[in-house]
Structure formats: C-alpha cells, structure tokens
C-alpha cells in the first residue's frame, strides 16, 4: 500500500459507529435468514431443499463477485451500502404480505428474496472489507478486523436463539418484517460516518478490463494466489456439511428447532472468544501460524462430529465441538482478511477483492449440488466426517507450499521497508522545511 489516505481524526467513534450499525442490521436480518430456514426445514425436512437455499445464496457470491470489484473501487460505497440495504428490505416486504395474503409462503418466492439476500450481500462484503484500511490507522487494523469479526459472531450468537424463539410465537410473515426495520436503523447510523474518499472513486467503469486486472493483481502474488485456490478447495469440501447443520440436529440427533438454533448460538460463542482474542491481542509476527492452527482445529472438530452417535450423550459432545471448531474459525477468516488488506492499495482492493472472493465461493455450490442426495443416501454425519478430512489435508497441503506457508513473513518485511521509506521521508521533508 503506497496510496496516501487521511484516516478520519475522530476514526475511534468513527469505526465503532459503523461497527454498531452493522450489528443493528445484520442481527435483524440474520434472525428473518435463520427463520426462513427453519421454516424450510419444518415444512419440507429435505436435505436437498436446504442444499438448493443455500446454494441459491451463493451463487451471486460466485456469479457477480468478480464484476462488483470495479463497482467497489469507482462509486460512493456508503451509497452503495445505503441503496442494497433498501432493495433488501424491499424485498422483504413483499415476501411479508404474500405470506400474510395466502395460507403457505410460495417456495420460488423464498428462494427470490434469499437470492436477493445474496446479491446485496455480494456488493456489502468487499465494500465493508476494503473500507476498513482507509478508516483505521494500520497498526490497528488487524485488531479492528478481529472487532468486526466479534460484532458478526454476537449477531451469530443472538439471532438463532432469538431467531428460534420469534420462530415459535410470531406469524412468519410478521417476523420477517425485522428486515425492515434493520435497514432503517443501518442506514439511519450509515449516514453518520465518515468514509473517507479513494482516488479511484469517480473514474470511468471498464468492467471486464478491470475484472481482469483484478485477476491479473491476484496472480501476481504467489502465496496468496496458493492460498486462495486451497481456501477454494476447502470450500468444496466443508459447504456440503455446513449447509446440514439444521438437520445433523433435527434428524440425526432427534433434537428440535430450539436445539438446533443452540448449536448455532455456540458455534458463535466460540467465534465471539476468537475473535476476542485476535481483537485484543491480534499483532502476530507471523499471521499463517494460527492460520495453519484453525485448519487443523477445525479439521478434527468437525470430522469428529461425523463419529458421534445419534443420542442425547452424542448430541451434547456435538456441541462442545462446535464451540472448539467456532472458536478457531475467525484465526482463518480475520487473519487472511488483514493480510490481504494489507497487500494492496485501496484503490485496487476492490478489484482484487471481488475476484478473490469469488474464487473462494466458486467451489461451494459445487459441493452444495451433491451435499442433498450425497446426505440423503449416505447420512447426513458422513458429510460431516468427509469435511473434516478434507479440512485437515487443506491445512497440509498450505503448509507445504513454501509460498504460502511463509506468506506473511514476507508482508510484515515487505511493510517494515514501506514504512522506513515513509519515516526517512518525512525526516527529509521535515528538514528541508526547517532549512
């Protein structure tokens, strides 16, 4: 990064303020998204069901990622963020009165709303990913990463349990209407805080030029090009079974929807203590370290899961091991995340971002496509079994690749020379001023 941006002076009140309104947000939505969900699992209890709304919200992720990146890095992004989280509540609304006006909610009108989900959620991910370097000082920015990551498990924690209970005694119809309100109270908080602007910003779109260009940055960085094609992998193999976690309860186990909104309530507490940690003492010398560390907890936590037996015992095991496997999920997410922050400059971060992120995405819906009739003829706990090893041999084979195994050794080195330039030439400024 050599790309001068002027961190707002108040960029305390500034971050948190932003930090609260995606709380407020994406609580309200991630309760109506567990909600439909259940739904969908009471009314149908189909594994490939749940498989095909899952997918359904990953394909704009996959679709329209590598596109939105010139989007990100050349118009407002509070704009952006603004109007997305309004075609939401949109949609929202008209998914609330169909349900209102007939006896069931229309199947292909909960997969539209949960695509429409998808889509704003394709331009809301890079946006709120590649403002954060121009709003926080750097040395802080790993920590204010790991912050973010704490305010998305507390919605993680909150909305299945609460989720769950609205579930039981509120009309679907009127607990979907919470979106709605979530997007009053975010843009009401959005207009508030202070996005500082990039160069970028206002120049002409040349979309598949600079789709491109992002792919091209990407490539040109070894490690994190490795790294980026194993995550994919990962994807593949570990979509399958986290898109079952509904029925590994309900049907594996015998448990209810209540049981299945705690699993999802400590698979979040285990994230909200990770992501503590990296928050409060998130400055590594050598950030692939806990990232190799995640791979391996979560490799044995989760294919563990797939041995358990279906019984009362087996089932309070299950969650003791998805409050290890949450507590090392944010190690990967909130670590790649800086690091990749820190490998670009802001003007090209979106580019690179979408690209990335799509490429992350890509393999998902792959896995989601065979998880339904794979769990429906083999078991669901298999899946989980499968993602689980799989897990553990993406963590070996980064480790082996020297490229990525030593990644951010070479970034920190990388940064430590940026910054030696930017000190010694602020000292000639400073003396040629005095002079």
């Not at 960029?11 to 709380?23: A, D, H, M, S, V």
């Not at 998305?152 to 309100?181: K, Y």
């Not at 090009?225 to 194993?230: A, D, N, V």
């Amino acid at each position: 990064m050599t790309e001068n941006i002027m961190i707002p002076p108040h960029w305390r009140k500034n971050i948190y303020l932003f930090l609260t309104g995606q709380f407020l947000s994406g609580i309200t939505s991630m309760i109506v998204q567990y909600s439909i969900i259940w739904y969908l699992t009471k009314a149908t209890g189909s594994a490939t069901i749940l498989s095909f709304a899952t997918l359904v919200g990953m394909i704009p992720m996959v679709l329209l990622s590598p596109f939105v990146g010139p989007f990100v890095d050349r118009l407002n992004k509070k704009t952006i963020l603004i109007v997305t989280d309004i075609i939401v509540a949109i949609f929202a609304l008209i998914l609330a009165v169909s349900g209102t006006l007939a006896d069931e909610f229309p199947l292909w009108l909960v997969f539209v709303s949960l695509f429409m989900r998808a889509v704003a959620q394709t331009f809301q991910m890079p946006i709120i990913q590649s403002i954060l370097p121009t709003m926080v000082p750097e040395e802080e920015l790993t920590k204010v990463n790991g912050q973010l990551g704490m305010v998305q498990s507390a919605n993680f924690i909150i909305a299945p349990a609460l989720g769950a209970f609205l579930f039981t005694i509120m009309p679907m119809n009127l607990l979907i209407m919470l979106d709605v309100l979530g997007a009053f109270l975010g843009v009401g908080l959005l207009i508030f805080v202070t996005i500082p602007r990039i160069v970028s910003e206002g120049e002409k779109i040349h979309l598949l030029a600079d789709t491109k260009f992002g792919l091209k940055k990407l490539m040109e960085n070894k490690g994190l090009w490795y790294i980026t094609i194993i995550g994919a992998v990962f994807m593949l193999i570990f979509m399958p079974a986290a898109s079952l976690y509904p029925l590994m309860t309900m049907n594996y186990f015998g448990g209810t929807v209540g049981q299945a909104g705690l699993v999802e309530v400590i698979y979040a507490v285990g994230m909200l203590a990770g992501g503590a940690v990296i928050g409060v003492f998130g400055n590594w010398k050598d950030r692939m370290k806990p990232i190799f560390f995640a791979y391996f907890v979560i490799g044995l936590t989760i294919g563990a899961s797939g041995l358990l037996p279906g019984t009362n015992r087996g089932f309070m095991l299950f969650i003791i091991l998805n409050a290890i496997a949450g507590f090392a999920t944010p190690y990967f997410n909130t670590l790649l995340m800086t690091m990749i922050q820190q490998s670009y400059e802001p003007k090209y971060l979106g580019r690179v971002l979408g690209v990335l992120n799509s490429l992350m995405s890509i393999t998902g819906p792959v896995g989601l496509i065979m998880a339904g009739p794979l769990a429906d003829n083999i078991g669901v706990e298999k899946m989980f079994l499968i993602a689980g090893i799989g897990t553990l041999l993406c963590g070996i084979l980064n480790y082996l690749i020297p490229a990525a195994r030593n990644y951010d050794k070479e970034l920190q080195k990388r940064l430590k020379k940026r910054h030696n330039k930017e000190e010694i030439a602020e000292e000639n400024l400073l003396g040629r001023i005095d002079e």
